[in-house]
C-alpha cells in the first residue's frame, strides 16, 4: 500500500514537473514579454513565450543554465534553481539598445534589420503610451528625426530629408492615405490617425517608390494598428486598455479604451478615442514678438478687437477630435486569414492660426479663418494567404475605400460675408502582394496596385447677418476630377554571402488624371479641362555589408517620383495674402535620384552607434512661380487683386545631410540615447529648399527599475538666418522673428523635459510628466503657431 502511495506522488510530482509554467514580464510596467526565447547554454534547446509572457519549462532539466533573450530588453542568464527560487517569474529590465529587430515597411513583408539597406526607425506602442503623444504628429516626433511643422494646434507635417506634404507618403496598415489633393504645402492628414491604436510606426527614410509609388520622395510612414490577439484555447478571453490624460499647455482632456476579444478563430479590436484641445499656451521667455496681444471677436454683428489679457494665450487654437477603430480577424482554412478594419477620424472647426494672426494695413486681417470638420473614414478588406504554391509563399489582397472632406472657412475683417469651400474625396484602392521564397539565400516580392480617386468640389459666400448664399469660386475644377494610378513592382533579395546581403528592384507606374471646368463666371481660362497622362519607372539597388555580428554598412541606390496630382494641376487658392495660385495643364512628373551610405556599430550588446549620410538629386522639381492667365499677371480672388502663380516645373535641386544616433545601457537600470540630424538643399537658383528643416536633435538619460521609469531629455534646434530661408518663407515675416537687420529669421531653441510613470500594480499604471520646464517661448521652423510653453502631463492607465 505504501508502495502504491508513494507511487501515486511521484507521478503527480512527475506531472507537476513537466506542466510547469514561466512567466516573463517588463520589470519596468509588470506587462508580459511576447517572443522571449529562453535558452540553454548549449543552444541545443529553446522556448518562445506566448502573448501573455508565458512558456513551458518542460524541455528544461534542474541543472540547467538559461538565457532569456529579447531584442528589447537586456539579458538575463539564470540558473534553473534560481528560476525555482523566483517561483517562475522573471522580471527582465528594458534595453536602450534593440540589438535586432523585425520590419516589415521595406518590402511590406518582415524582414530582419539587418538585411535591409534603407535608414529605418521604429516607434513603438510603449513608447508613444510614454512620451503620451497627443497626435499622431507628436508621434513621429517622438523618434526626434522627424521634423514636425505646424500650422495651427490641429495640425502637424512631417518633414523628411527636405520632403514633406504631398512628397513624404503616408501608409495606414497597408493602405495609402495620400490622396488627389494632398496638397505641396503643409497639410495636417496624418492627425486622422488614432496614436493610442498605434502597435508601431516604422518611418523610411529615402525614396521608397519601389514599393509604395507616388508621393515616397523623402520617406515612408508606415503604421500597423494594433492587430486582433486569437486565444490558443478553446475559451474566449478579453483583454484591454483604457486612460485617461491631463494637459496644462492647452488644457488637453482625452479619454480612451479599447478592447480585444479573442476567440480561437474569430477575434475583434474595437477603440474609441475623444480628446479635447483648448488655446494653447505659449511659453514666457524670451521672442516677445511672438505673443498674441490681440484677436477679433464678434460683438453685436460688429467686427471687434479685443486685447488678450494674457499675450501668451493662442486665442483661438483649440479644438476636439473623435477616432473609432473596429478590427475584425477571421481564421480560414489552413492559416488563411480575413481582416476587416474600419477607422473613423472627425475633428470640430480647427482655426486657422497663423492666418489669424495676419494683418494688414497696421490691423488684423481675418475676422474668421478655419477649416471646417476634417473627416477621414476608411475601409479595409484583406485577406491573407498563407499556402505554398508555385506562385507564391504568402500573398495579401487588400481592397479599401477612403472617404475624405475637408473645408475651408474664412471671412476678412469687417466682412458680413463668408466664404466657404469643401472638398470631398473618394478613394478605392486594390494591392495584391506576393513573396516567393527561391532558395535558402533568396526570396522574391512581387505585386501590383491600383487606386482611383474621384474629387468634388463645392463653394458658396454666405451673409452671416441674413443667411443669404451666393455662388462662389471652387478649390478644384466644379465639373470633378478623377485621379487614376495603376502599377507593379518586384523586389528581389538574396543573402550572397553570409556577410553580404542585395537588395534590387524595379516599378512601373502610370498615372491618368481629368478635371473639366463648367462655371466660367469667376476664371475665363482658355481651356475647359486638364488630363494628364504618364508614366514612371522607378529602380532600386542596395547592399547590407556584415563584417561582423555587431556591425553592418548600407549602400543603397534608389529613385522615387512624384506624378502631378489635381492639387498640383488644377487648384484655385490663395497662397499667402496677395497671391493666387491657378491651374497648370503642363505639369511633369518630378524625380528624386538617392544614395545613402550608412553604418551601424554594437559594442559588447550595450553600446550602438549609427550613421547615416545621403545626396538626393531632384529634377522637373515643382514650385510655385509667377504665371499668366490670358495675358494678365494679377486677377481677383476673395475681392483682392492677386499676383498670379502656379505650381511649375521650375528647375532641379539637391538635398544631402547626415543623420546620428547614440544608445546605451549604461547599467542595468541607467540608458542613454542621443540623436543629430542636419540637412541643406538648394534649386538651381541657389535659393534654399523649403521644407529642408534645421539642424534638430536630442539627447536623454533614462532610469528604469521595479514598478519605474523617468526619463530627463532635452530637444534642440538650430536656427536658421535670413539668407538661408527659402525665398517663399521670406515672404512670411509673421511666422517668424527678426534679426537685427529688422529681417526674418528662425532663432535657435531647446526645451528640457521629463517624463515617467509608476506602476502601481500590473493593471493600473500612473504617468507624470514636465515638457518645456524652462517654459521658453518658441516656434519650429514654418510653424504658424507658437510651441507649448512648460506643460505639465498627467494620466492613468489600466489594461484588464
Excluded at 546581403?501 to 466660367?520: C, H, M, N, P, Y
Aim: charged share 20%; hydrophobic share 35%; aromatic share 12%.
Amino acid at each position: 500500500m505504501r508502495r502504491i502511495i508513494f507511487g501515486i506522488i511521484c507521478m503527480i510530482f512527475g506531472i507537476t514537473l513537466q506542466s510547469q509554467e514561466i512567466f516573463v514580464f517588463d520589470n519596468s510596467n509588470l506587462q508580459p514579454i511576447e517572443n522571449l526565447a529562453i535558452v540553454n547554454l548549449q543552444r541545443t534547446k529553446s522556448v518562445i513565450t506566448d502573448t501573455r509572457g508565458k512558456a513551458k519549462m518542460d524541455a528544461f532539466t534542474s541543472d540547467e543554465t538559461l538565457f532569456f533573450q529579447h531584442p528589447s530588453f537586456q539579458e538575463l542568464v539564470l540558473t534553473y534553481s534560481q528560476i525555482k527560487d523566483l517561483k517562475f517569474k522573471i522580471g527582465l529590465n528594458a534595453s536602450t539598445v534593440n540589438l535586432s529587430e523585425i520590419v516589415i515597411s521595406a518590402s511590406k513583408w518582415e524582414q530582419k534589420r539587418e538585411e535591409v539597406p534603407n535608414k529605418i526607425t521604429t516607434i513603438k506602442a510603449k513608447e508613444i503610451a510614454f512620451y503620451n503623444s497627443q497626435t499622431s504628429a507628436d508621434l513621429l516626433g517622438v523618434s526626434n528625426e522627424v521634423f514636425i511643422q505646424k500650422s495651427q494646434l490641429g495640425g502637424g507635417s512631417p518633414m523628411i530629408r527636405g520632403f514633406s506634404a504631398n512628397s513624404v507618403l503616408i501608409v495606414v496598415d497597408g493602405v495609402r492615405m495620400n490622396n488627389a489633393i494632398y496638397r505641396s504645402g503643409n497639410l495636417q492628414n496624418v492627425i486622422s490617425l488614432d496614436p493610442n491604436i498605434i502597435q508601431s510606426a516604422e518611418v523610411i527614410f529615402g525614396p521608397g517608390s519601389i514599393i509604395y509609388g507616388s508621393d515616397a520622395l523623402g520617406g515612408v510612414m508606415d503604421f500597423h494598428t494594433k492587430d486582433v490577439v486569437f486565444n490558443t484555447n478553446k475559451k474566449t478571453r478579453v483583454a484591454g486598455n483604457a486612460f485617461s490624460r491631463y494637459s496644462t499647455a492647452n488644457n488637453e482632456k482625452t479619454i480612451h479604451a479599447d478592447f480585444n476579444i479573442a476567440g480561437r478563430k474569430f477575434g475583434s479590436v474595437s477603440s474609441i478615442t475623444y480628446s479635447d484641445f483648448g488655446d494653447l499656451r505659449m511659453g514666457s521667455v524670451g521672442n516677445d514678438e511672438y505673443q498674441r496681444f490681440e484677436y477679433v471677436d464678434r460683438i453685436g454683428n460688429v467686427d471687434s478687437v479685443i486685447n488678450n489679457s494674457d499675450p501668451n494665450i493662442q486665442k483661438f487654437s483649440g479644438y476636439n477630435q473623435l477616432n473609432l477603430t473596429q478590427k475584425l480577424s477571421l481564421k480560414i482554412s489552413g492559416n488563411n486569414q480575413l481582416d476587416y478594419a474600419f477607422h473613423l477620424s472627425t475633428t470640430s472647426d480647427i482655426p486657422r492660426y497663423d492666418r489669424l494672426i495676419q494683418y494688414k494695413k497696421g490691423n488684423l486681417r481675418y475676422g474668421d479663418w478655419h477649416y471646417g470638420p476634417q473627416k477621414w473614414m476608411m475601409h479595409s478588406l484583406t485577406y491573407n494567404i498563407n499556402t505554398d504554391n508555385d506562385a507564391f509563399d504568402h500573398a495579401k489582397l487588400t481592397l479599401a475605400f477612403q472617404d475624405v472632406e475637408e473645408s475651408r472657412v474664412n471671412r476678412s475683417f469687417g466682412d458680413d460675408f463668408l466664404s466657404s469651400r469643401t472638398d470631398e474625396v473618394k478613394v478605392y484602392s486594390l494591392n495584391m502582394d506576393m513573396d516567393k521564397k527561391l532558395s535558402n539565400k533568396s526570396t522574391l516580392f512581387y505585386g501590383f496596385e491600383g487606386f482611383f480617386n474621384k474629387v468634388t468640389s463645392t463653394a458658396f459666400t454666405e451673409s452671416i447677418l441674413t443667411g443669404e448664399r451666393l455662388a462662389e469660386s471652387t478649390r478644384y475644377p466644379d465639373g470633378g476630377s478623377n485621379y487614376t494610378t495603376a502599377a507593379m513592382y518586384i523586389n528581389f533579395k538574396s543573402n550572397i554571402h553570409k556577410k553580404i546581403t542585395l537588395q534590387t528592384g524595379l516599378r512601373f507606374s502610370q498615372v491618368f488624371a481629368e478635371s473639366k471646368f463648367i462655371d466660367t463666371t469667376f476664371y475665363n481660362f482658355d481651356y475647359d479641362k486638364i488630363e494628364l497622362n504618364t508614366g514612371a519607372l522607378n529602380g532600386s539597388l542596395g547592399l547590407v555589408y556584415r563584417p561582423s555580428e555587431k556591425s553592418t554598412v548600407n549602400l543603397n541606390l534608389s529613385s522615387g517620383f512624384r506624378a502631378p496630382n489635381i492639387d498640383d494641376l488644377a487648384k484655385v487658392f490663395d497662397s499667402e495674402p496677395g497671391s493666387v495660385v491657378v491651374p497648370n495643364n503642363t505639369l511633369k512628373p518630378e524625380y528624386a535620384y538617392n544614395i545613402d551610405l550608412g553604418i551601424t556599430d554594437k559594442i559588447n550588446q550595450k553600446f550602438r552607434i549609427e550613421a547615416t549620410g545621403f545626396y538626393t538629386l531632384i529634377t522637373n522639381l515643382m514650385a510655385r512661380a509667377d504665371y499668366t492667365v490670358n495675358g494678365m499677371d494679377s486677377i481677383y480672388y476673395d475681392g483682392e487683386l492677386s499676383k498670379v502663380q502656379a505650381i511649375q516645373n521650375v528647375n532641379s535641386g539637391w538635398i544631402a545631410g547626415i543623420s546620428f544616433g547614440i544608445k546605451a545601457d549604461l547599467s542595468e537600470h541607467l540608458g542613454f540615447s542621443t540623436t543629430l540630424t542636419y540637412s541643406k538643399g538648394k534649386d538651381s537658383n541657389n535659393d534654399p529648399i523649403r521644407h529642408v528643416a534645421p539642424v534638430f536633435g536630442s539627447g536623454g538619460v533614462s532610469y528604469s527599475a521595479r514598478k519605474i521609469k523617468v526619463e530627463a531629455y532635452v530637444n534642440f534646434n538650430g536656427n536658421i538666418t535670413n539668407k538661408n530661408l527659402s525665398s517663399s518663407e521670406q515672404g512670411k515675416p509673421y511666422l517668424y522673428a527678426t534679426d537685427d537687420d529688422g529681417l526674418p529669421y528662425s532663432p535657435s531653441w531647446y526645451t528640457l523635459n521629463i517624463k515617467s510613470f509608476y506602476q502601481i500594480t500590473s493593471y493600473l499604471q500612473i504617468n507624470f510628466g514636465i515638457e518645456n520646464i524652462l517654459d521658453h517661448r518658441y516656434r519650429p521652423y514654418s510653424s504658424g503657431i507658437v510651441a507649448p510653453g512648460r506643460n505639465i502631463i498627467l494620466a492613468v492607465r489600466a489594461n484588464f
